[in-house]
């Protein structure tokens, strides 16, 4: 079945850097890859997803990156805020509403 | 908030209680799902549900028992559960969960169970 890797487990930045969180998956038939940001006390919630035929997505400080050949996805925020500190998680789809979640990345941003 | 509710939000059992968690969605939508997070571990998806049918059960104990009556509500009822069981069980919801595209699954805020 799928395999979802995230890296890295932790991530510090100051204020007003930019974050990046990566992932890779083993099956290539995955045509679906959300993130989700998760925090203390709270849910996930989706904050970002690409799909297949898509290289790049971009949501104001907020942006995805597929590379479909090497099979490996990236979540970018720039300009961080002390509110985007939360976990951070990666996951793949093939359908049938199954999502293979990666380990989440803990994201904290000082002032 | 993201239009699913969950209750209770805490419950404390022990190993030889019965208890049950609940999940609702006002989205409209046909595919529920039960999760399991356990600490420094992914998500692990344990139920499917589409339109009302079990679709997915992902090699869960039978400890574990899923029901859902309608498309609005989900139920995970425990029995005899063991200390390993204590995680947060997150309920979800999708427009669907056929073929082989993937809807945007909404979270609800989870239970938090510990067993004793």
């Known amino acids: 079945g799928e395999n979802v890797e995230q890296h890295p487990s932790t991530l510090s930045v100051q204020e007003g850097d930019s974050a990046v969180i990566k992932c890779t998956y083993s099956d290539s038939a995955s045509n679906y890859f959300p993130w989700y940001k998760q925090e203390l006390g709270k849910g996930p919630q989706l904050i970002i997803d690409i799909r297949s035929n898509v290289g790049e997505k971009k949501d104001q400080r907020i942006a995805v990156t597929l590379n479909k050949t090497a099979k490996h996805f990236s979540l970018h925020i720039t300009e961080t805020q002390p509110e985007d500190s939360a976990v951070y998680f990666c996951a793949a789809s093939k359908g049938w509403g199954k999502l293979q979640f990666g380990a989440g990345t803990q994201v904290v941003v000082t002032p | 908030e993201t239009g699913v509710t969950q209750t209770p939000r805490h419950l404390v059992m022990g190993m030889t209680n019965k208890k049950s968690l609940k999940c609702e969605q006002h989205l409209g939508h046909n595919a529920m799902y039960w999760y399991k997070q356990s600490a420094k571990k992914p998500l692990e998806l344990m139920f499917v549900y589409s339109l009302e049918e079990r679709v997915e059960n992902n090699s869960v104990p039978s400890r574990f028992s899923p029901e859902c009556p309608n498309s609005s509500h989900l139920f995970l009822h425990l029995h005899t559960l063991q200390p390993e069981d204590s995680a947060l069980y997150l309920c979800?919801?999708?427009?669907?969960?056929?073929?082989?595209?993937?809807?945007?699954?909404?979270f609800g805020p989870g239970t938090r169970l510990t067993v004793l």
């Open positions: 979800a919801s999708s427009r669907q969960a056929t073929g082989g595209g993937t809807d945007t699954q909404y």
